[in-house]
T-cell receptor, first 113, second 116 residues
Framework: ETGVTQTPRHLVMGMTNKKSLKCEQH?????MYWYKQSAKKPLELMFV???????ENNSVPSRFSPECPNSSHLFLHLHTLQPEDSALYLC????????????FGSGTRLTVV | AQSVAQPEDQVNVAEGNPLTVKCTYS??????LFWYVQYPNRGLQFLLK??????LVKGSYGFEAEFNKSQTSFHLKKPSALVSDSALYFC??????????????FGSGTRLLVRP
C-alpha cells in the first residue's frame, strides 16, 4: 500500500444514482488531487486542494462535486453521471512544495450504466 | 507554458535487452522531473526523480534516468528488461509557477511491452 487509500475499488452506478468516492491519506501531506483516467486518453487533472482549499477546478462538469473536510480526506460526490464518465478515478496527495512528487491511491474503477 | 512529451505510445523490447522510454520537457527555470509506473487497474507508483545533482538518477526496480539539459530530455532506461516491467510509464515535470507550485504535469504515457 502507498499510504493513500481509495474506496471503493470498483463501483457500478446508474445514471440517476448518487454515490461518493473516498480518498484518505495519513502521510502528513497538505495537498490532494483528483484525476480521471480514461482508456487511451492522457491523465486529466480534475481538482486540486491545498490546505483544504480548492485551488484548481479544470472545467469539470457540475455532476462531479469534490469535498475536502480536512487535510487527510477527500471525497468526490457523483450524481446524474453519463456513460462517458466511466473511467479510473485516481486520488493523489503531496506536500505543497511538490518536492517529493505525488503519492497515488490505487484508484476507483467507475462504470456508469 | 510548461509541458512534457512522451513521443512513443508503445515501446516493444525483448526480455534481457536494454530498454529506453523517452521523455522531453519544456519548462522555465530548473526542472523537477519524475517517472511513474502504472500496472493494470492500479495507481501510479513513483520510480525516480531528478531535482539537482548527478545527471544519472537511479530508482526502483533497476530503472535509471538520464537528465540532459541541452536536449531537455529525461529518458528512462534499464540495462536488461524483464517481462514484469511491462506496464504504462509516465514522465512528469513539476510546474514551478507561484500560482501552481504543487502541480505535476504528466506526459501522455508510454506502454512498455517486454516479450519473453
Amino acid at each position: 500500500e502507498t499510504g493513500v487509500t481509495q474506496t471503493p475499488r470498483h463501483l457500478v452506478m446508474g445514471m440517476t444514482n448518487k454515490k461518493s468516492l473516498k480518498c484518505e491519506q495519513h502521510l502528513g501531506h497538505n495537498a490532494m488531487y483528483w484525476y480521471k483516467q480514461s482508456a487511451k486518453k492522457p491523465l486529466e487533472l480534475m481538482f486540486v486542494y491545498s490546505l483544504e482549499e480548492r485551488v484548481e477546478n479544470n472545467s469539470v462538469p457540475s455532476r462531479f462535486s469534490p469535498e475536502c473536510p480536512n487535510s487527510s480526506h477527500l471525497f468526490l460526490h457523483l450524481h446524474t453521471l453519463q456513460p462517458e464518465d466511466s473511467a479510473l478515478y485516481l486520488c493523489a496527495s503531496s506536500q505543497e512544495t511538490g518536492y517529493y512528487g505525488y503519492t497515488f491511491g490505487s484508484g476507483t474503477r467507475l462504470t456508469v450504466v | 507554458a510548461q509541458s512534457v512529451a512522451q513521443p512513443e505510445d508503445q515501446v516493444n523490447v525483448a526480455e534481457g535487452n536494454p530498454l529506453t522510454v523517452k521523455c522531453t520537457y519544456s519548462v522555465s527555470g530548473n526542472p523537477y522531473l519524475f517517472w511513474y509506473v502504472q500496472y493494470p487497474n492500479r495507481g501510479l507508483q513513483f520510480l525516480l526523480k531528478y531535482i539537482t545533482g548527478d545527471n544519472l538518477v537511479k530508482g526502483s526496480y533497476g530503472f535509471e534516468a538520464e537528465f540532459n539539459k541541452s536536449q531537455t530530455s529525461f529518458h528512462l532506461k534499464k540495462p536488461s528488461a524483464l517481462v514484469s516491467d511491462s506496464a504504462l510509464y509516465f514522465c512528469a515535470v513539476r510546474d514551478l509557477r507561484m500560482d501552481s507550485s504543487y502541480k505535476l504535469i504528466f506526459g501522455s504515457g508510454t506502454r512498455l511491452l517486454v516479450r519473453p
